[in-house]
């Protein structure tokens, strides 16, 4: 008797959506219409910045800054403001040298044109997430995790997670 010479997989059915016209048309709405996931987004980027003006930035406020920086690279990538992909190039400078400082100084100290580089950074990022579907932010989301799994993306330094905290004492 031959035997098989692969092994038997266990049968997994496909998933089943259970609102097919619902996504699609979830698809087509602008972020904008989200108005409270917009909001909340808007102020933890204005707080991170906020934090980051008073010299009180922790690793977490570092880490919504990067993603801000990431999204809106990918946003210029996908034709979301492709003119201003020197703004995009200019914030993400601007918040590495910041976290590469970070590891020498134990504190992220922004310097002027790097303050001006992240705002300008942050007001690019608003315009952008008011003109875009909640399609084309998960393929941008989708597209940033690409991107960040390859092997010439920018690795960050390990900063200590104390970084920033002040003591309370």
Do not use: W
């Not at 590891?103 to 001006?116: Q, R, S």
């Amino acid at each position: 008797m031959p035997s098989n010479s692969k092994p038997r997989k266990q049968y997994r059915p496909k998933p089943q959506m259970l609102n097919p016209l619902g996504h699609v048309l979830e698809g087509m709405e602008s972020v904008k219409s989200r108005d409270s996931y917009l909001r909340t987004l808007k102020i933890r980027n204005s707080e991170a910045v906020l934090a980051l003006l008073r010299g009180e930035a922790t690793k977490l406020d570092m880490n919504v800054l990067v993603a801000m920086s990431n999204m809106v690279e990918v946003f210029c990538a996908m034709g979301f403001g492709q003119e201003y992909t020197d703004v995009s190039t200019e914030g993400r400078t601007a918040i590495l040298k910041i976290i590469f400082r970070a590891v020498d100084k134990h504190k992220f100290v922004p310097m002027g044109p790097e303050i001006k580089a992240i705002q300008e950074l942050m007001e690019l990022h608003d315009q952008q997430m008011d003109v875009i579907t909640i399609r084309e932010l998960d393929s941008a989301i989708a597209l940033a995790r690409k991107k960040i799994k390859q092997p010439d993306a920018i690795r960050l330094p390990k900063v200590d997670d104390k970084v920033g905290l002040r003591s309370t004492g």
